[in-house]
């Protein structure tokens, strides 16, 4: 908890909700503020492309952070859906004291570190998207999310990877 207070900071406005499995908690195309805290349970951004297919870009297990940063920080609609896998509870706060003149040195320090490491993380995956093979990407989902293969359906791995459900089978089996 002390962790969550350190994100949300002096967030009075910050909502503790409970959602059920398949609740859509952001839809695509609306400016959003709103950054979703995973207390329990476990949530996905995805977006949909023309063809209706998903891609989906991270998973948000206990103790994550989900939010689309460019409506966040820019006013820009937002390109993610985000939803629940399992039934959740989420806490639903701004990312608007990110901008406040009132942080002390040291809170920026600290929110400039973590806005360091998603931006390396999303790098990495970008890069792991561009050159690596489709099992080197699984080995890679396994140590980031290494519980989850339990509890989301295979496709939804498969989208994750870049892949069909038929090619994580393969490499599943060779595993």
Request: aromatic share 10%; no cysteine; glycine share 4%.
């Amino acid at each position: 908890m002390d962790f969550l207070k350190e994100i949300i900071g002096a967030d009075t406005k910050a909502i503790h909700k409970n959602f059920k499995k398949k609740e859509i908690i952001q839809k695509q195309g609306v400016v959003s503020k709103n950054a979703f805290y995973v207390k329990k349970g476990l949530i996905r951004s995805y977006s949909i492309d023309k063809k209706g297919k998903e891609h989906i870009f991270m998973f948000g297990t206990e103790e994550w952070i989900i939010a689309d940063i460019e409506s966040n920080v820019f006013s820009k609609p937002t390109q993610l859906y985000i939803d629940t896998i399992e039934d959740s509870e989420i806490v639903v706060f701004s990312l608007d004291y990110l901008k406040t003149d009132q942080s002390t040195k040291e809170k920026l320090q600290k929110n400039s570190k973590l806005l360091a490491r998603r931006i390396g993380s999303l790098q990495r995956r970008v890069i792991q998207l561009m050159s690596s093979s489709a099992k080197e990407r699984y080995e890679m989902f396994l140590e980031t999310y290494p519980l989850l293969p339990n509890r989301i359906p295979q496709k939804m791995i498969a989208s994750y990877l870049g892949i069909t459900a038929e090619a994580l089978s393969k490499i599943r089996r060779e595993l």
